[in-house]
């Protein structure tokens, strides 16, 4: 089994900065995109920032310029740097992993998995 873990919620003042992080771990072959989106109170859940295997990154409309995802892919980690912190960031951020399981037995990748975390609060004060 996969299991995805974020980390790094909290309470921060407006201007201020946050960095989350998420840590995929169990029979893990490879992770092609893991990144984040979030859910505000009332709202649908929206993308943050995503980054595949190979590098290739998109944010949301709403933080662009503001947020710098980054991975580990040997450790099967992400980061979420936010700068400029706005109360209407406000939300539960949850880290999604997807990919494909290791057969442990073959050494060979065996089945799709897509993954998520238990989420972390971000709550920002004005």
């Known amino acids: 089994q996969v299991q995805v873990v974020e980390s790094g919620g909290g309470l921060v003042q407006s201007g201020g900065s946050l960095r989350l992080s998420c840590a995929a771990s169990?029979?893990?072959?490879?992770?092609?995109?893991m990144g984040w989106y979030r859910q505000a109170p009332g709202k649908e859940r929206e993308l943050v920032a995503i980054k595949s295997s190979g590098g290739t990154t998109t944010y949301g409309d709403s933080v662009q310029g503001r947020t710098t995802i980054t991975r580990d892919n040997a450790k099967n980690t992400a980061y979420l740097q936010m700068n400029n912190l706005k109360p209407e960031d406000t939300a539960v951020y949850y880290c999604?992993?997807?990919?494909?399981?290791?057969?442990?037995?073959?050494?060979?990748?065996?089945?799709?998995?897509?993954?998520w975390g238990q989420g972390t609060q971000v709550t920002v004060s004005r």
């Open positions: 169990g029979n893990i072959f490879t992770i092609h995109v």
């Open positions: 999604n992993a997807n990919g494909l399981t290791l057969d442990v037995k073959r050494f060979t990748p065996s089945s799709p998995f897509d993954r």
